[in-house]
């Protein structure tokens, strides 16, 4: 439980409220009119992981929200907005509440079924459709999942939604999803409805009432405070709305528990591999190409775990070691489901090479930081990115981490601090109630990080070599 204060503000001045419903960590952060940030609460969220699976608990998820909202109050308070994590499948009865555990985004109990439309040409088809490639903890895959095995927990429930949507409803009564979560997987991207031939693609026709009604402009409805609040976009859109990042070609890159690739675009490109997805976002005709890794953070966590290091000697361990890990290699895909951006390998696994009995824990942090900004630059390349690049996220909170993907991407990135989901569904929201903001303000970057020349050369071919090794993984992980 946490809480803190920051910035300035009059007191009669109104408060603007964005919260975000995140993997491990509910937030909810106040903001002045200048977008000066005034108030930041946060709760931790369980995440019950097992053989593969990975499920939440709806009942303390929404219980977190509460605390964040009540911690902050409502004096003041000109409207919420509303933002989280996208995908997996929150099934509720038609008061809202939960039928089942929630299964995350993470979950990989479906990948059975998506190498099976990976096979048969299902998953092609859809991604053809929709501009969405589907990945196992993604809605569509998991709702079938749950139409073979556990078909009782469907005909319990009266909407299958996600994580936002749960709780908006719970705060408002308002069953409602978004354009940017539905654009995973059933959305045409086009007439921004359902596509009812992707939901029969992938068998789920007699289940297509438990999608939720798309709202377009996003739904609104009043708190039991009294405070207007607005229903999305999801996290991944919001953040982007949060690092200013609305341009055509220019991209953010969010380096959190999924390291997000996303850029900015007015066409739709359906041709090349299919993998990543296409958000729609609240301005028909423009979209969000979005790459989201499925491990980012993630992976950083589990090696310092493994060797015994804090999060607080991370910049020390990293100004040790030359770049290149005195030859230790790692391909960090670690997630229990496989990778789903730029490419979808759901059996693949994460490798290091070149580990010897001299290799140090140094070694091991700086190889997995290097193949997280490999995995980075494969993605924002896949994504389309010909402009600026803005970097947020809990990984901007390490100066030398920094230094380093600046380096391995070879560009300089915008640094973008701060509760930047939060502050896109502020924006969002604005938008919606027809409030005036200084879009610039709100936005601007803390700092400008420029690449090493000299590293960013070596990282060059590095990278050719990251895309060599990861190569022959994926042929090994198909055999």
């Known amino acids: ?65 509460g605390e964040v909202l009540a911690a902050l109050g409502s004096d003041g308070v000109a409207f919420v907005g509303l ?31 998506v190498d099976a439309w990976l096979a048969s040409g299902v998953f092609e088809t859809v991604y053809r459709r929709t501009g969405s490639a589907m990945f196992p903890g993604c809605p569509g895959p998991v709702l079938a999942w749950l139409d073979r095995h556990e078909p009782a927990a469907l005909d319990a429930a009266t909407t299958a939604l996600y994580c936002k949507d749960m709780v908006f409803q719970r705060l408002t009564g ?93 066409r739709l490109a359906l041709d090349g591999e299919p993998a990543g997805l296409h958000i729609s976002t609240d301005r028909p005709g423009h979209w969000l190409r979005a790459m989201p ?31 290149g890990a005195n030859g230790v290699r790692v391909l960090p895909y670690f997630a229990p489901s496989g990778e789903r951006a730029p490419f979808v390998e759901p059996r693949l696994r994460a490798e290091f090479t070149g580990v010897s009995l001299e290799t140090t824990p140094a070694d091991l942090i700086r190889a997995v930081c290097e193949g997280i900004g490999f995995a980075a630059r494969h993605c924002l390349e896949a994504a389309g990115l010909t402009g600026t690049l803005a970097l947020c996220g809990g990984g901007t909170r390490s100066p030398a981490w920094t230094r380093l993907f600046a380096d391995v991407l070879g560009r300089p990135v915008r640094i973008v601090e701060g509760e930047v989901g939060a502050r896109g569904a502020v924006l969002a929201a604005a938008r919606r109630f027809g409030t005036e903001l200084d879009t610039a303000a709100w936005t601007a970057p803390t700092a400008i990080v420029d690449p090493d020349p000299a ?17 022959d993984a994926r042929t090994r992980a198909r055999a």
């Open 1 to 65: 439980m946490t809480g803190s204060g920051c910035g300035s503000g009059t007191g009669t001045e109104p408060r603007y409220i964005g919260v975000d419903v995140g993997t491990s960590v509910v937030k909810a952060a106040a903001f002045d009119p200048l977008g000066r940030t005034l108030a930041v609460e946060s709760r931790p969220v369980g995440l019950a992981i097992h053989d593969g699976r990975v499920e939440q608990d709806m009942d303390e998820v929404y219980g977190a929200v």
């Open 293 to 323: 890794a499925m491990v980012g953070t993630a992976a950083l966590d589990w090696v310092l775990t493994t060797t015994g290091v804090r999060h607080t000697e991370v910049d020390a361990l990293l100004a040790t070691t030359a770049p």
């Open 83 to 113: 933002t989280g994590q996208g995908d997996g499948v929150w099934l509720v009865d038609a008061a809202g509440r939960p039928v089942r555990k929630a299964i995350s985004w993470m979950d990989g109990r479906a990948h059975e079924l």
């Open 174 to 266: 308002v069953r409602a999803t978004d354009v940017s979560d539905a654009s995973m997987p059933f959305l045409d991207p086009v007439t921004r409805a359902y596509a009812p031939d992707v939901v029969a693609a992938l068998g789920l026709t007699h289940r297509s009432s438990l999608l939720a009604p798309v709202s377009d402009p996003v739904a609104t409805a009043e708190l039991p405070s009294g405070s207007p609040v607005s229903n999305g976009p999801y996290d991944l859109p919001a953040s982007a709305l949060g690092a200013g990042v609305t341009r055509p070609g220019d991209g953010l890159l969010i380096v959190g528990t999924c390291l997000a690739a996303l850029v900015a675009t007015e």
């Open 455 to 471: 590293r960013a050369a070596h990282y060059t071919k590095e990278y050719e070599d990251h895309l060599n090794r990861l190569a």
